[in-house]
């Protein structure tokens, strides 16, 4: 990953890291680039690059909104660190990882036959989920089929790319939902889906990768806000949406809370790739009640995310605006 140094949150930072999210500036970082299997940039390369430098007020625009989409992101990630550390707080759960100490909680345990079902794999019973599992009924908690539906589309589709947005929906992969800005987001045609609502995103409703590396990315939780509505996720995704009554925000911090989280990966199966079913995300244990503070946690959840989407909403504006004077529209 290369460093630009030299210009700690300038006009000039801003700007240049304006250009750079625009079409045209990813064309022109690309054109030098190297490598015969791998494509590569070096700093010389970028110490070298030329780029555009508009005057006036799109100047100031472009600056003005790159700030705020920064300013806003940042409220963003300390609102929700210190939302989740609130969360497990709450629910008394911010210690229990370090009970887990080899000495006093050993990995080796038995199963009785009889206490088999449908798996046989040993993880999901290893005495560290136990103990989350109990700590969290201890504390009022539930499944969370009881707060939430867990859906993941049947369908199959095939896949029909369009390069022009006005012929296509914007669709995510399990990498791209929890990326602030989606990495190579790219448009499907409608006409490749047979029922295309079962894969549109609603407002509220939580998104967990259905497959990956349980080391890495399974099971990575994004909350869906009005910037992405009406947009698709792919079939590798799961949506977990509120039962009626039920706080978008805490289902989120449900999902994504470390005794959640340890029991997904947990559950994980797949020779090559990690995944989760549907029942799997369903059966977990997670901490919950609707008192007034827990709901407070839950509002402040969903404020983090909506900071999310201004700030790509007021970076995409400056993109367009930017794009648009290059592409001279």
Known sequence: MLRLTGLPLSDDAFYFYAFLATPTGQETVRRDRNGSVIDHLGPEQIAA???????????????????????NREKARLLLAETQRAYLQHFGLDKVEATFDAGILSRRFTVSRRELGDRIDAEPRAPRYAAWRDQIVATGGCVLSDIATVLKPTGRYKTNYVDDPRYGVAMMNGRQISQYRAIALRWMSLSAFKNPDQFRLQPGTTLLTADGRAEENLA????????????????????????????AGLVYLACSCAPAQAQLKALATGSVVDALSDDDVASVMVPYEDSAAALKLGDAAEQAWQFFADAATAEETAIAALEAEFRGA
């Open 49 to 71: 690059l030329t780029y555009p430098v508009v005057e006036g007020p799109l100047w100031s625009q472009v600056v003005k909104l790159f700030r705020q989409g920064f300013e």
């Open 220 to 247: 990575d939780c994004a909350l869906v806000t009005q910037d992405r509505a009406g947009w698709v996720a792919s079939g590798h995704v799961h949506r977990v949406s509120p039962r009626a009554g039920v706080s």
